[in-house]
């Protein structure tokens, strides 16, 4: 088990050599309700949404800290993105949004985005980055959108209740997309943020031309390993 610390370290690790090689990359992160709890020594996650959002404000600040020192210390700057849904709603703010990450992105810098916690109620409710993820990758046309979560991979049911649940490593079809979800909504939702909105935004990046990447990031050498362009977890082809 890593720490936060130790995780955001070894992803910001990945991450400037993959910048090392060439490629572009933004970082679409949560976390900042957790960092808040911690820092406050609040033992369980806050239920009211005002308490919710005062403690997102609190760990925001020491989440960009964090990854502000590890970027550092490979020599790259971070320009911090708070951004609700609604931001990237209308096609003017669409619009300004993609520019702005991409001259930060032709700067050399390290876009972080995260929602804006302190005001948006809907992420806090239902831990929707997946879907603002989605958003962003379509925002600037990027070629992979990596999706991390709690589990290894994509399955036909939740695995940890059916031990009849089939892994899947390739999805090339909405359709395939359609079908999980539907039996997803009888059985629950499974992973950090329900698989719900992992599907949700790999459906809207696919469509896009993006490739999706669902994949395990409690091992921080998965990202490593996708960033290098080899197999983990479940593909998404672009349709």
Request: proline share 4%.
């Given at each position: 088990?890593?720490?936060t610390a130790e995780v955001i370290e070894k992803y910001c690790a990945s991450?400037?050599?993959?910048?090392?090689?060439?490629?572009?990359?933004i970082l679409v992160t949560s976390g900042a309700v957790g960092l808040g709890s911690e820092q406050l020594g609040i033992k369980e996650r806050p239920e009211d949404l005002v308490t919710l959002q005062a403690t997102a404000a609190v760990g925001q600040v020491h989440?960009?800290?964090?990854?502000?020192?590890?970027?550092?210390?490979?020599?790259?700057?971070?320009?911090?993105?708070?951004?609700?849904?609604?931001?990237?709603?209308?096609?003017?703010?669409?619009?300004?949004?993609?520019?702005?990450?991409?001259?930060?992105?032709?700067?050399?810098?390290?876009?972080?985005?995260?929602?804006?916690?302190t005001l948006s109620a809907e992420e806090l409710r239902y831990?929707?980055?997946?879907?603002?993820?989605?958003?962003?990758?379509t925002a600037v046309s990027?070629?992979?959108?990596?999706?991390?979560?709690?589990?290894?991979?994509?399955?036909?049911?939740?695995?940890?209740?059916?031990?009849?649940?089939?892994?899947?490593?390739?999805?090339?079809?909405?359709?395939?997309?359609?079908?999980i979800e539907i039996t997803n909504k009888t059985e629950g939702d499974w992973g950090t943020g329900g698989i719900k909105t992992k599907l949700s935004a790999a459906r809207i990046a696919t469509a896009s031309g993006i490739t999706v990447h669902l994949a395990d990031g409690r091992d921080p050498n998965?990202?490593?390993?996708?960033?290098?362009?080899?197999?983990?977890?479940?593909?998404?082809?672009?349709?």
């Open positions: 088990t890593f720490s991450i400037a050599a993959s910048k090392g090689r060439g490629d572009s990359l989440l960009m800290s964090l990854y502000r020192q590890a970027f550092k210390e490979y020599g790259y700057n971070v320009a911090q993105i708070l951004l609700t849904r609604a931001d990237l709603g209308s096609r003017i703010s669409f619009k300004n949004a993609s520019m702005t990450l991409k001259k930060l992105m032709n700067w050399g810098i390290v876009p972080v985005v995260n929602e804006n916690d831990g929707d980055n997946d879907t603002l993820s989605a958003l962003v990758a990027a070629d992979h959108l990596i999706l991390l979560t709690d589990v290894d991979r994509l399955y036909s049911a939740d695995p940890r209740k059916d031990s009849n649940a089939q892994p899947i490593t390739e999805v090339h079809h909405p359709k395939e997309v359609k079908a998965n990202l490593e390993k996708l960033l290098h362009g080899s197999r983990a977890g479940t593909v998404f082809h672009p349709n």
